[in-house]
Every structure is written in structure tokens, then in C-alpha cells.
């Protein structure tokens, strides 16, 4: 018997029943890797393989057969956490088709469950639950009582999509919660950790196991060959040159210039036909590309193929999306971002086409991942839109950055296979105040110091100093939020009690969603701000014009008008890995051509090469701009290049340093009026040289707002935070000292 046949023969009958109807021949290495874990070891399992490698069945199979054969007492015996309510909805309903006929329950659960569901594993908790990080926040803080008799035959936690939560306060906010639980039910179940794209395996295994008093395993598989069909071109918005529309034209049957904008209708002719999802970085850009190729549809009297899928959407309308995707009858593309990047099994899916660079080579992979399953290899196409340059534009405006980031990511990963590390939190004071308060809430009255034995013995606050969190609670008591009782204990104050009241407390990320969109009995989404009556807005890809608000009840009443608009929400684009940077250093230096590039963007290529050349970027540590003005290239991650920012804001006053401007991390301009751009390079490097402390570069007024909780933490505490957790000092006073070294080479 060979070893996939013994691991078989483990399974239960039920589940060789069903890997038989399906026509599987063989177990997967994954497949095979995992049981070996869960059925030999009492270790903790980190699964890391491609997408639609077949992670969920290779968890999930040894899990099942073991709640099969030893079914135990009542209770809950598997809790499945995720990210996404659709992940969720997603894995509910391929659980209940395999589990159909075996006795083992499916609980999903989570904002858009109805109560009635809930009620019943209320009432008999057994098998599978499968919830979001905020709701199982609110059983732990409204269900208190109820959690032992729920969780006391617990046996596994599955954390999917775990790369989307290490090293963040949602990710840790689940760590916590599975602290508390242990804590209240005295067991510590095995924790198991799917994804297909972690960075660093070994600092995502030390965070799965964080307080499970258990090893996690690893399984190594061997390296596939990389087939993949990748695209990636490149247009001017609004460029009247029919050269730029050649792509976009060859595949209609008019073959006219195109008339609303070369890029779009590119996307509209590379998805015509083709079951797709448009992947875009933000809820606004999703919501402009919708409306523009609904709008490219019907001037072309074709028809309408167009979903969407966002957060801020209805279940319905998400629901919607989904359900069509999955169903190969359907002729379908859907605009989305991050909410269908990850785990759904949208079965036949044939091209991803990307609406701008993504920010980090992990999303790449997920969205690519998105497709190519059944047997085809995944095919993406990156579309890239571009103002076109006026003859006066500065040069930092002239280099295609996207471009470049789109190419250094596809570079990075073909070239290394990297995928960036997961980001550890030192001092996470936004979750801490939750946790706080949530403890609190749950416990009743508790002694400062038992309170901080319970927190700071959580692994997301390990690194706080016992006086921070002395600091943080007395600031918490001083604002209501908090009260102490005559017998010293603290229970939760006035204006804590009305923080937790609402459902929006158990989340750790911002959410800005705060009006319903209704158009007659139809929920649409959410909007941050309500417009007043007769004014318009864009929310699912289309145009709402206000019949009538109800403020109190914070709900928009719309009726639907035709046209387009733009939309915003507040938030930003996330963080930059210094790789990629480097790497789009290296896109600009070399010669190499790429064959993924398309006749547009191998053209805006050539020229960024010739024009980063001939002005000396690549070279000089400070480029003139003309006059009094200059520019550095630094090419640095995020965190390293806020440091360098600050560092050049140390000696502004020497060099006579104004009106200096930035983008992305991608260079800094300024205005400087003393001394020369030589002399400024080595003064900073006197002060690379130096040890840079991070917490010396914080000035002492700044309060650096970045989580939820954030408003609510004293400001020393926030400076410190962002001094540990948001400065990279090592990576820029090493980009400092090779420009000190650039000018002794010259």
C-alpha cells in the first residue's frame, strides 16, 4: 500500500465516496501533507499552496473523519474563522454538500445570518462553525456565559486566508479571541492556518501558534513550474492619437477609433465574451469602471454583462455577483476588488484583467489565482491609465511608476518567488483599548492587575510595557470610558457603555459605513455622507438621484437616473515593500525587453529608460529641477521612506528646505535655497551614521492616527507606536550611506 493509500484508507467512508464522485484519482501532495499532520501529530498545521491547490479539502478531510469516528459530547468541534462573510457563505455551502449525510452540522454565522439560524446552535451547539472575527467579538462579549458550554469540546480552529490577517489587529484580534477562549474553556485546541501566499512561513507559524502552548508544522512542497499567461499595456486617458487605440480596437467588428477612452474599452473588448472579473485597487475605481463599461455596452447596443462586488454593497447585490460566477451558464464579468481576491470557488473563470498596478505581489497572486482553474493555466492582463504629460510637467511626473510597480511585481515573483513577509505589531494600542473594553464587558468588574495579567499574557501585547498599559487605562478612566469602583475594580463608564452598544464596536478596522441606500424595497450599499435631496451619486456601478432622507434612522432613499459619476470613500492604498522599489530601479536600468509587455507599454517603456537616463536619476542621489528646486529618487518601501523623509526634515533649516512634496514612496521634491545638493547628501549621511533612534524622529506634538481606536490613545503612546511599528530606520540609513558612497565614486 503506498503511503496516499494508507492516508485514504483513514478518511471515512463517507468523504472516499465523494473524492470518487468526483472523478479524483489521487490525492494532492497538500492533501496527503495535511493528514499526515492532523493524524499522526498533535501539532498545529500552516498550509501554504497555489490557489485551487485543494487547501480547504486537505484541512478539512482528516478534520471530518476524526469528528466522524470519535464524535464526542456536544459542542462545538470545529471553529472556522475568515475574513470575508462571502468566503464564508462560500465554504457553508461546499461543507454541506460533503457533510450532507455524515451527522455533522454547518453553523455559518455572521452579519447577514438570519437570528433564527444562530438560534439553533444556541440552543445545540455541535459540528462546524464557520464566522467572521466580528461576530465571534460579540459572542465573547453579549454570550459570555454561553462560551463554555459552545466551545468546551472545541478540537480545531481553521484560520483561512491567514495572510490577510498576520501581523494586523484583525489578525490579532482572533489570536486574543482564541486566548480568551482557551482561558474560559481550559482546552487549547489545534489551530490551522490556510493560504496561498505568505512571505515568511516561519514568522506566519510563530503567530499561528501564539498562546496554543503547541509547535506548528510546515509541509514543504516542491516547486512547480511557473505557467502562467500574463499581459500587461499600457494607455493615455483621453489621448485623441488613434495610434494608442489600435489595441483596443482589434477585437470589435466596427474597428472605429475608440470614442470614450482607449483603456476602458480595451478592458471591454479583452472581457467580450470571456467570463472575467476587472480586479481594481479601491471602491471607487470599481465604481467608475462599471459604470463605464455598462455605459460602453449600451453605445454599442450589446448587452449589459456587468456585476459588481464591494464592501460597502448589500448582501443581495453581492450575493448576486457571486452566485452568477459560480454558474457556468452565466455570460458574466464582475468589477470587484479586494472582496473577490480571496478563497471563493468561482469554478470556470478564464481571464483576470487587473485596472492598475496592485500594491503588493501577494494580491497579484490572489487575483491571479482567481483564475486559470480546471486544468488552464491563470491569465491576467494589467491595464495601466495614464494622464498624458503636458510639455511643462516636472520630471518626478514623467516616470511611469505604475507601470513599473506593475512590472518589478511580475519581475519579483518569476525571478524569486517572493511574496512579502508578514508586518509584526509591536505595540498595537488600537486593539489593545478593544480588548479592554471587551474583557471588561464580558468579566464584569476586574482588578487593574488581574486585567493586565489577562492582556499582556496575550501574545499581540507582549511587547507592551506594563506602564503603557497603566497609562491607557488611566486616560480611559479620565474620559468616562472606563470607571473605577469604590473597591478599586474597573467596569466599563458612560461613554464606554455607549461605544459598545453599537454593533460597529466588535470591528477593529475603520468602517465608514454609516448611511443605507434603499431605491423603493431593493437595500443597494452604504454611503459615508448622505447628499441632500435632487443631488446624484454613484454606489453598484450606477447613478442615484436622493428622493428623501431619513437622518435619524441614517437611511438614503434613491431612485435610479442614467450616467456616470465619480464616488470616494475615505482610506488609503495600503503599504509598498522596499523590493518592489528596488526592483523598479532595476526596470529603468536595464534592457531587457519583457515579452508580457503589450506595443503601448513596451513604448512607455522605452521612453521612461531614455528619459530616467539621460536626466541622471538612476545615478545621482539629487536631481535639479531647475532653479531652486530638486528631487530624490530614494527608492524605499513605505517605512523607509517616511524615515528618510523625516530625516531630510532634520536639516531643512540648514539647507533652507521648503515647499517639499511626495508621492508614494516614489521621490520627494523641495525647494532649496542654502548649500548644494553634494553637501546635503553627506549631511545626511553624518546623520545616517549616527544611531538613528526611530522615537527621536517623532516630533513632540504629533499624534499619528492610523487605527480605529486611535483618537482615544494617549498621544505618547501613539508616538511610540508609530515609532516601532510604522519607521523603517535600518533600510533608509543604508539607502543613505550608498548615496554618501555615489558621491565619492563620481
Known amino acids: 500500500m503506498t503511503h496516499a493509500e494508507s492516508v485514504f484508507e483513514k478518511f471515512a467512508p463517507f468523504l472516499k465516496d465523494y473524492i470518487h464522485s468526483h472523478g479524483w484519482t ?63 457563505n462560500d465554504q457553508y455551502g461546499r461543507l454541506g454538500e460533503l457533510l450532507d449525510e455524515a451527522g455533522i452540522s454547518v453553523t455559518h454565522w455572521h452579519g447577514d445570518v438570519a437570528s433564527s439560524h444562530k438560534k439553533k446552535l444556541l440552543e445545540n451547539p455541535s459540528g462546524i462553525l464557520q464566522i467572521t472575527p466580528e461576530s465571534l467579538e460579540s459572542m465573547l462579549m453579549n454570550r459570555s456565559n454561553d462560551i463554555v458550554r459552545i466551545f468546551s469540546s472545541l478540537r480545531y480552529v481553521v484560520i483561512d486566508e491567514i495572510h490577510t490577517m498576520i501581523g494586523v489587529d484583525r489578525g490579532n484580534q482572533i489570536i486574543c479571541q482564541l486566548c480568551r477562549i482557551a482561558k474560559l474553556t481550559g482546552i487549547n485546541p489545534r489551530r490551522i492556518g490556510l493560504s496561498a501566499t505568505v512571505g515568511d512561513v516561519n ?31 499600457h494607455f493615455y486617458i483621453q489621448n485623441p492619437d488613434s495610434e494608442q487605440s489600435v489595441s483596443a480596437e482589434k477585437h470589435t467588428e466596427k474597428n472605429q477609433k475608440a470614442s470614450i477612452d482607449a483603456g476602458y474599452e480595451f478592458i471591454y473588448d479583452s472581457v467580450k465574451n470571456i467570463k472575467s472579473i476587472v480586479f481594481s485597487n479601491s471602491r471607487e475605481e470599481t465604481e467608475y469602471i462599471t459604470a463605464t463599461l455598462r455605459q460602453i455596452a449600451d453605445i454599442r447596443k450589446e448587452k449589459d454583462r456587468f456585476l459588481i462586488h464591494h464592501g460597502n454593497l448589500s448582501a443581495s ?3 448576486e455577483a457571486e452566485r452568477k460566477m459560480k454558474n457556468d451558464e452565466y455570460d458574466c464579468v464582475t468589477c470587484a476588488t479586494v472582496t473577490m481576491e480571496l478563497g471563493i470557488d468561482i469554478g470556470r473563470l478564464e481571464r483576470i484583467i487587473q485596472n492598475d498596478a496592485p500594491n503588493t505581489v501577494s494580491s497579484f497572486l490572489q487575483r491571479l489565482g482567481r483564475s486559470g482553474r480546471r486544468g488552464q493555466p ?20 514623467l516616470i511611469p511608476w505604475n507601470l513599473l510597480r506593475a512590472i518589478a511585481i511580475i519581475q519579483l515573483y518569476a525571478e524569486e518567488r517572493f511574496t512579502e513577509p508578514p508586518r509584526m505589531k509591536k505595540e498595537p494600542y488600537s486593539l489593545l483599548f478593544h480588548q479592554i473594553l471587551s474583557n471588561i464587558a464580558s468579566s464584569g468588574e476586574l482588578k487593574p492587575a488581574r486585567l493586565a495579567e489577562r492582556l499582556l499574557n496575550m501574545p499581540p501585547f507582549a511587547n507592551v ?30 461613554r464606554g457603555e455607549r461605544m459598545i452598544g453599537s454593533f460597529k464596536f466588535y470591528a477593529v478596522f475603520k468602517d465608514s459605513e454609516d448611511f443605507t441606500v434603499r431605491c423603493e424595497s431593493d437595500e443597494i450599499g452604504t454611503i459615508t455622507a448622505p447628499p441632500p435631496v435632487g443631488d446624484r451619486f454613484a454606489l453598484a456601478g450606477r447613478v442615484w438621484e436622493v428622493t428623501e432622507l431619513d437622518i435619524q434612522r441614517k437611511l438614503v ?5 442614467l450616467g456616470k459619476m465619480e464616488v470616494s470613500w475615505p482610506g488609503d492604498y495600503g503599504e509598498i515593500h522596499i523590493k518592489i522599489l528596488e526592483r523598479m530601479k532595476k526596470v529603468l536600468m536595464e534592457d531587457t525587453v519583457y515579452p508580457y509587455l503589450m506595443p503601448n507599454a513596451r513604448k512607455r517603456l ?10 541622471g536619476m538612476l545615478d545621482s542621489p539629487v536631481i535639479p529641477l531647475g532653479g531652486y528646486s530638486y528631487c530624490i ?86 508616538r511610540s507606536a508609530y515609532a516601532s511599528d510604522k519607521l523603517d530606520v535600518d533600510n533608509a540609513q543604508r539607502r543613505i550611506l550608498e548615496q554618501v558612497e555615489t558621491l565619492k565614486n563620481k
Open 606 to 615: 522605452e521612453d521612461a529608460r531614455r528619459l530616467a537616463r539621460s536626466t
Open 203 to 233: 514568522l506566519a507559524a510563530r503567530w499561528l501558534s501564539g498562546g496554543s502552548g503547541r509547535d506548528t508544522a510546515i509541509p514543504a512542497f516542491p516547486k512547480t513550474k511557473l505557467e502562467w499567461l500574463v499581459g500587461v499595456e
Open 317 to 319: 447585490i453581492r450575493d
Open 26 to 88: 489521487e490525492l494532492r501532495d497538500v492533501q496527503i501533507a495535511a493528514a499526515d499532520v492532523l493524524f499522526n501529530t498533535e501539532k498545529n498545521l500552516l498550509l501554504t499552496s497555489a490557489t485551487a491547490s485543494g487547501k480547504t479539502e486537505a484541512a478539512f478531510f482528516p478534520i471530518i473523519s476524526d469528528l466522524f469516528v470519535n464524535p464526542g459530547s456536544s459542542g462545538v468541534k470545529v471553529l472556522y474563522i475568515a475574513p470575508l462573510k462571502s468566503l464564508i
Open 633 to 718: 529618487f530614494p527608492w524605499l518601501g513605505t517605512r523607509s521612506f517616511r524615515v528618510y523623509r523625516r530625516m531630510l526634515g532634520r536639516v531643512s533649516n540648514m539647507f533652507g528646505i521648503s515647499e517639499v512634496e511626495f508621492e508614494g514612496s516614489y521621490y520627494i521634491s523641495f525647494r532649496m535655497e542654502k548649500g548644494s545638493p553634494d553637501e546635503l547628501i553627506r549631511k545626511l549621511g553624518s546623520i545616517a551614521r549616527s544611531s538613528v533612534d526611530a522615537h527621536s524622529l517623532m516630533k513632540p506634538g504629533e499624534t499619528p492616527v492610523f487605527e480605529k481606536f486611535d483618537e482615544f490613545i494617549p498621544s505618547e503612546l501613539l
Open 557 to 561: 432613499f434613491v431612485r435610479s437616473v
Open 465 to 494: 510595557p506594563p506602564e503603557n498599559l497603566r497609562t491607557l487605562l488611566l486616560s480611559m478612566v479620565e474620559h468616562d470610558l472606563l470607571q473605577l469602583t469604590d473597591e478599586g475594580g474597573l467596569i466599563i463608564g458612560l
Open 378 to 397: 491563470p491569465q491576467v492582463i494589467t491595464v495601466l491609465r495614464e494622464e498624458d504629460p503636458l510639455p511643462n510637467t516636472p520630471l518626478p511626473q
